[in-house]
């Protein structure tokens, strides 16, 4: 069974920077993607960005463009999430996810959810 475990959250000033760490663990072969979304207290989750293994693309929703950064080690079934420049808005609860299957849309068809990690940015 996949499990994917979220580390790296916390408090910081707007401004600040965090960075986010998502391990995976129970599979045998790579996955499509991976990913995060976020959740803010009374808003629905939203996607933030994500990462493909094969080619090594990279998406960013249009509020952390600029601002974050995804990496990955698929050897160590790995992603990050750099976040710079952070913002009062950024705070919630931090999502790393993981794609099985290719669909033209990045932002849908997630399989597999970690179980999150707060970010909260004071102003």
């Known amino acids: 069974q996949v499990q994917l475990v979220e580390s790296g959250g916390g408090l910081v000033q707007a401004g600040g920077s965090l960075r986010l760490s998502c391990a995976a663990s129970?599979?045998?072969?790579?996955?499509?993607?991976m990913g995060w979304f976020r959740q803010a207290p009374g808003k629905e989750r939203e996607f933030v960005a994500a990462i493909t293994w094969s080619s090594g693309t990279t998406y960013y929703a249009d509020t952390v463009k600029g601002r974050f950064t995804i990496s990955g080690d698929n050897a160590k079934n790995t992603v990050y999430l750099q976040m710079n420049s952070l913002k009062p808005e950024d705070t919630a609860v931090y999502y790393c996810?993981?794609?099985?299957?290719?669909?033209?849309?990045?932002?849908?068809?997630?399989?597999?959810w970690g179980q999150g990690t707060q970010v909260t940015v004071s102003s």
């Open positions: 129970g599979r045998t072969f790579s996955s499509y993607a």
């Open positions: 996810t993981e794609k099985w299957s290719y669909s033209t849309n990045i932002e849908i068809e997630y399989d597999y």
